[in-house]
C-alpha cells in the first residue's frame, strides 16, 4: 500500500520503474525519425 501510494506520488516518467512499455512506445510514437 504504502509502496503503491508513494509510486503514484513520485513524478516519475514513463518506463523509469511501472510500465516501461509505455515509456518506449510514447518514445516511438514521438519519434518519427523512423
Do not use: A, R, W
Not at 503503491?4 to 518514445?27: C, Q, R, W
Request: hydrophobic share 35%; charged share 10%; aromatic share 12%.
Amino acid at each position: 500500500m504504502t509502496i503503491t501510494n508513494t509510486k503514484s506520488s513520485l513524478p516519475l516518467p514513463p518506463g523509469n520503474f511501472g510500465l516501461p512499455f509505455v515509456g518506449e512506445t510514447i518514445s516511438f510514437l514521438t519519434d518519427n525519425t523512423f
